[in-house]
């Protein structure tokens, strides 16, 4: 077995809970700020309303006064304890709770109306653990989640995905062994494992990370304002908008001059713009490459050596796709199945001219969204 694709498996210590950060900067992307420098707002209160249909609204994650906003962040200096009014979901159903959600800062497009709802309970990407460590210490909040998720999607039947090996469970969800291998960790595989079927009709997959978001704001009627992500060999508890500066100083790690530091996991994670930048809702991993560790990325034409194609699990030609962002051809994109791209980086990892084959492909998507939206 390939040690990079191999997962990684020990989820180690508890998390190390960060005390909330004395400035909260909350990402925006996707999102237009409701706040103006200045204005004092209690934690939980609505900073920026989702752009997108599916996704869910963005909040203060402490109170306090706003200090900067930008088309990046809304930073929030924390002072005092002002909490927004709690909601009450319990009465809530259909639409009305899908709304009441989305207002809440839950990314609903993912809670479709299913039969059979797949909980995958693997860790995403090699050098992540923080998908078992819920699983392992969060479990009454998973299942809060996990419960509010089948009452909006509507779900008759529950798998819960995991590595063999794995002791867990959530009450209503049948356990299921599956590969542990990388990319056999993303949800379209996951699904394929459970069901032996491609993408098949009235089946949905939401990850623990999904789960424990849901989870909070099922158990206390405000919005997510913490993740649990992994930083080398361990795991951390932390408040959305905890600048990745404080987060690696917790973690005993530092990033120079030409070192990137990566939100998510390596083959799928986004570079952070800034060590200033908060930690969002849905981040599940954090390091920093060293400078000189890898090949830097260059826009070298794509020479056609089939590697790509090869090694994608979906079996669309990624070089192919990516020319096509490269030269702003959407409709040759769509034609060629940019949609079935499961966004796993196996593509840009193996490229022999270090083309940034996942980034172009992210960034077509993201085209067609924008046109779409304009139409
Ligand atoms: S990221 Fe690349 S290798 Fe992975 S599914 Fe998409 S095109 Fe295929
Ligand atoms: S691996 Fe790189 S060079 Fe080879 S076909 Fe794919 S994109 Fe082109």
Same mark, same amino acid.
């Given at each position: 077995?390939?040690?990079?694709?191999? !997962?990684? #498996?020990?989820?180690?210590?508890?998390?190390?809970?960060?005390?909330?950060?004395?400035?909260?900067?909350?990402?925006?992307?996707? /999102?237009?700020? +409701?706040?103006?420098?200045?204005?004092?707002? #209690?934690?939980? *209160?609505?900073?920026?309303?989702?752009?997108?249909?599916?996704?869910?609204?963005? /909040?203060?994650?402490? @109170?306090?006064?706003?200090?900067? =906003?930008?088309?990046w962040n809304v930073c929030v200096v924390a002072q005092g304890e002002a909490r927004a009014e709690p909601v009450d979901l319990a009465a809530l159903e259909g639409g009305t709770l899908r709304a009441v959600l989305r207002s809440l800062g839950v990314d609903i497009a993912p809670l479709a109306v299913i039969n059979t709802l797949v909980i995958n309970g693997l860790n995403s990407e090699p050098g992540v653990t923080s998908a078992e460590l819920l699983l392992r210490d969060f &479990?009454?909040?998973? *299942?809060?989640?996990? $419960?509010?998720?089948?009452?909006?999607?509507?779900?008759? =039947?529950?798998?819960?995905?995991?590595? *063999?090996?794995?002791?867990?469970?959530?009450?209503?969800?049948? #356990? +299921?062994?599956?590969?542990?291998?990388? !990319?056999?960790?993303? $949800?379209?595989? =996951?699904?394929k494992a459970v069901t032996g079927k491609e993408n098949p009709e009235g089946v949905a997959a939401l990850s623990v990370h999904e789960l424990f978001c849901l989870g909070q704001v099922a158990e206390t009627g405000l919005p997510c304002d913490r993740t649990v992500l992994t930083v080398g060999e361990r795991n951390f508890l932390v408040v959305v908008g905890t600048p990745v500066s404080e987060v690696l100083a917790a973690a005993g790690l530092d990033a120079r001059d030409g070192d990137r530091v990566v939100l998510d996991g390596l083959f799928r994670g986004f570079t952070a713009r800034s060590l200033g930048q908060g930690v969002d809702k849905g981040v599940?991993?954090?390091?920093?490459? !060293? &400078?000189? @560790?890898?090949?830097? =990325?260059?826009?070298?034409?794509?020479?056609?050596?089939g590697k790509c194609v090869r090694i994608c699990p979906s079996r669309v030609d990624p070089g192919l796709l990516s020319g096509c962002a490269e030269f702003g051809l959407l409709k040759q994109a769509v034609d060629n199945y940019i949609d079935a791209c499961m966004e796993c980086g196996l593509c840009a990892y193996v490229c022999p001219t270090h083309r940034p084959v996942l980034q172009y492909i992210r960034l077509a998507k993201q085209q067609l969204r924008e046109v779409a939206e304009s139409v």
């Open positions: 077995m390939n040690r990079m694709f191999s !997962p990684s #498996t020990d989820p180690g210590p508890a998390a190390m809970a960060l005390p909330a950060p004395v400035r909260a900067c909350v990402p925006l992307a996707g /999102h237009a700020p +409701r706040v103006s420098c200045g204005q004092a707002v #209690t934690k939980g *209160q609505l900073v920026a309303e989702a752009l997108e249909p599916g996704l869910g609204d963005a /909040h203060a994650p402490v @109170a306090g006064k706003v200090d900067l =906003v930008d088309k &479990a009454p909040t998973l *299942q809060a989640g996990l $419960d509010l998720a089948r009452r909006v999607m509507g779900a008759s =039947v529950c798998v819960l995905a995991l590595r *063999q090996g794995v002791a867990a469970s959530l009450a209503g969800c049948d #356990t +299921r062994s599956v590969p542990a291998v990388y !990319p056999q960790t993303l $949800d379209p595989l =996951v699904i599940y991993g954090l390091s920093v490459v !060293p &400078a000189g @560790a890898h090949a830097p =990325v260059t826009d070298a034409p794509c020479m056609e050596c």
